[in-house]
T-cell receptor, first 111, second 115 residues
Framework: AQRVTQPEKLLSVFKGAPVELKCNYS??????LFWYVQYSRQRLQLLLR??SRESIKGFTADLNKGETSFHLKKPFAQEEDSAMYYC?????????????FGSGTRLQVQP | DTEVTQTPKHLVMGMTNKKSLKCEQH?????MYWYKQKAKKPPELMFV???????INESVPSRFSPECPNSSLLNLHLHALQPEDSALYLC??????????????FGSGTRLTVV
């Protein structure tokens, strides 16, 4: 079965420091990868998708098929980035198109 | 309209009650999902509907019964639940599962407490 691993439960950084939230997946086919963010008391929101190669709120993520990783990065963290971040995987080349979520990483940005 | 709307926002029910959770979207999405999220845990998939037909059931107990009356509505009927079923129930929608996945839109959830 496909699996998404986020090794850090909590990542605490100071404002202005670089951030990297790690995500590794196990699937040998064609994955679709996403980052979702959940701010306190708000709904789960799509942040990034690998097919778009976009930068949202200063965050970027590159799919590395060799390392089966999709790490989320931001060069300078802001306090408003504090939230729960989930990496999620969908399998494009199977009948199973539903998202499977990693366990999540809570990002705390301290002033 | 770019939202998924879930009602009610909060629900307290006894173990012998029957209740329903409702989800609605008007984005033309043809895939809809139910997820269950326990505190400090990631969402776990329960059901997937594609073109109003159930396509994935993640071995969910029969006390949870999904229904998709039309392309905009998704219901989750609850009967004889257990206290461990208390959780945040999330609905999501996306473009049809036959095309590339551009991501899901999630509702704000129904917080269910079973007493």
């Amino acid at each position: 079965a496909q699996r998404v691993t986020q090794p850090e439960k909590l990542l605490s950084v100071f404002k202005g420091a670089p951030v990297e939230l790690k995500c590794n997946y196990s699937y040998s086919g064609s994955p679709e990868l996403f980052w979702y963010v959940q701010y306190s008391r708000q709904r789960l929101q799509l942040l990034l998708r690998h097919i778009s190669r976009e930068s949202i709120k200063g965050f970027t993520a590159d799919l590395n098929k060799g390392e089966t990783s999709f790490h989320l990065k931001k060069p300078f963290a802001q306090e408003e980035d504090s939230a729960m971040y989930y990496c999620a995987l969908s399998l494009m080349d199977t009948g199973r198109r539903a998202l499977t979520f990693g366990s999540g990483t809570r990002l705390q940005v301290q002033p | 309209d770019t939202e998924v709307t879930q009602t009610p926002k909060h629900l307290v029910m006894g173990m012998t009650n029957k209740k329903s959770l409702k989800c609605e979207q008007h984005m033309g999405h043809r895939a809809m999902y139910w997820y269950k999220q326990k505190a400090k845990k990631p969402p776990e998939l329960m059901f997937v509907y594609s073109y109003e037909k159930l396509s994935i059931n993640e071995s969910v107990p029969s006390r949870f019964s999904p229904e998709c009356p039309n392309s905009s509505l998704l219901n989750l009927h609850l009967h004889a639940l257990q206290p461990e079923d208390s959780a945040l129930y999330l609905c999501a929608s996306s473009q049809a599962s036959t095309v590339r996945n551009y991501g899901y839109t999630f509702g704000s959830g129904t917080r269910l407490t079973v007493v």
